[in-house]
T-cell receptor, first 111, second 111 residues
């Protein structure tokens, strides 16, 4: 069974731009969660989608948004990028939202 | 909400035993996860404790005390490859609650 895949793996953007990251969960998993990981803050929860509906949301500004498609693939978008948005963005899939299987992450650098 | 506390860093010697503690405060509790994360990689699942007691999985064991809000991960016969960050994560109860991660304990195994 293929694991969680994320694209792109690396991304460099400049302040003010917007970015879209993609995540394909393990086949059969309907829950997809997104996390931001930085050295000082650890894993910070962004949001979770289940069957195309946002089920949970973390404490991030509205510049961070996401969606899930009928095939469970998910995208997250960050608009008006700031330097502080530089981080590793991890996607995790699970069957019901408990045990999570992580993708390799997208390393975003904002210059 | 949830509050999770674990030591930031630990150092242990190859072949030894190390215990990584995690304390948590949560309004509702389903279970507790432990994940391992090597530098530059995604977290990988180690264990999920729901009931009180010790669960052993090879060289790794995880303990939970629900009444004390306490868990630990025990690593035996340490190997150099065990150098990684170990993340404790709480799965709260009450509907579709998101999993909340601690900031992680960076373990360095030295010869």
């Amino acid at each position: 069974k293929a694991g969680v895949t994320q694209t792109p793996r690396y991304l460099i953007k400049t302040r003010g731009q917007q970015v879209t990251l993609s995540c394909s969960p393990i086949s059969g998993h309907r829950s997809v969660s997104w996390y931001q990981q930085t050295p000082g803050q650890g894993l910070q929860f962004l949001f979770e989608y289940f069957s195309e509906t946002q089920r949970n949301k973390g404490n991030f500004p509205g510049r961070f948004s996401g969606r899930q498609f009928s095939n469970s693939r998910s995208e997250m978008n960050v608009s008006t990028l700031e330097l502080g948005d530089s981080a590793l963005y991890l996607c995790a899939s699970s069957l019901y939202g408990n045990e999570q299987f992580f993708g390799p992450g997208t390393r975003l650098t904002v210059l | 909400g949830q509050n999770i506390d674990q030591p930031t860093e630990m150092t242990a010697t190859e072949g030894a035993i190390v215990q990584i503690n995690c304390t948590y405060q949560t309004s509702g509790f389903n279970g507790l996860f432990w994940y391992q994360q090597h530098a530059g990689e995604a977290p990988t699942f180690l264990s999920y404790n729901v009931l009180d007691g010790l669960e052993e999985k090879g060289r790794f064991s995880s303990f939970l005390s629900r009444s004390k809000g306490y868990s630990y991960l025990l690593l035996k016969e340490l190997q150099m490859k065990d150098s990684a960050s170990y993340l404790c994560a709480v799965h709260p109860s009450g509907g579709y609650q998101k999993v909340t991660f601690g900031t992680g304990t960076k373990l360095q195994v030295i010869p």
